[in-house]
T-cell receptor, first 117, second 115 residues
Framework: GAVVSQHPSRVICKSGTSVKIECRSLDFQATTMFWYRQFPKQSLMLMAT?????????EQGVEKDKFLINHASLTLSTLTVTSAHPEDSSFYICSAAKMREGDYEQYFGPGTRLTVT | AQTVTQSQPEMSVQEAETVTLSCTYD???????LFWYKQPPSRQMILVIRQEAYKQQNATENRFSVNFQKAAKSFSLKISDSQLGDAAMYFCAYRRMEYGNKLVFGAGTILRVKS
């Protein structure tokens, strides 16, 4: 199997505070993980690609100082939303790349709902 | 840049009937992967089916099959014998072949299944 977990599943924080979301690959090692943001009834928007041991690659328009990504091990990547504001409220999804038949497949976490009050 | 277009925001199908979801894409690559993902109300993304562009045979997974037309850059998903559990948002996605490349998603199609 290939299971990816996210913690927490839901978080509410006050405006101006920071919140950390963890993404773990439970039964495989993932050199590469991805972070997405999704608004209701919309598609997934890739925020950044996270490679173990190196700096994340952010998509155009994503503030790297606001959305800090750390991929410290082959099974853990974290997304920290710094100085959160209500407009950061969203559903955040991570995925982890697992090698499969000479290629790789992305396995998705269950997502984290962030509400900033 | 690659783009993926899903022109049907919503579709409905009667239980046990067949429905086809459309997807077109744009790329200059000759080898790549195409995917259909399902996102039910739980919002857990589930891989439905995967197609390698260099394979001419259309992929199938039980009740799910695709019609892959490489020249037309079309990749539709057919769901046969629709079930209530098929109700979800469906996303078509494209990816280049190399490891670590990102998925490019379409806007999604909401599928409603009527009993």
């Amino acid at each position: 199997g290939a299971v990816v977990s996210q913690h927490p599943s839901r978080v509410i924080c006050k405006s101006g505070t920071s919140v950390k979301i963890e993404c773990r690959s439970l039964d495989f090692q993932a050199t590469t993980m991805f972070w997405y943001r999704q608004f209701p009834k919309q598609s997934l928007m890739l925020m950044a690609t996270s490679n173990e041991g190196s700096k994340a690659t952010y998509e155009q328009g994503v503030e790297k100082d606001k959305f800090l990504i750390n991929h410290a091990s082959l099974t853990l990547s974290t997304l920290t939303v710094t100085s959160a504001h209500p407009e950061d409220s969203s559903f955040y999804i991570c995925s982890a790349a697992k090698m499969r038949e000479g290629d790789y497949e992305q396995y998705f976490g269950p997502g984290t709902r962030l509400t900033v009050t | 840049a690659q783009t993926v277009t899903q022109s049907q925001p919503e579709m409905s199908v009667q239980e046990a009937e067949t429905v086809t979801l459309s997807c077109t894409y744009d790329t200059s690559e000759s080898d790549y992967y195409l995917f259909w993902y399902k996102q039910p109300p739980s919002r857990q993304m589930i891989l439905v089916i995967r197609q390698e562009a260099y394979k001419q045979q259309n992929a199938t997974e039980n009740r799910f099959s695709v019609n892959f037309q490489k020249a037309a850059k079309s990749f539709s998903l057919k769901i046969s014998d629709s079930q209530l559990g098929d109700a979800a948002m469906y996303f078509c996605a494209y990816r280049r072949m190399e490891y670590g490349n990102k998925l490019v998603f379409g806007a999604g199609t909401i599928l409603r299944v009527k009993s």
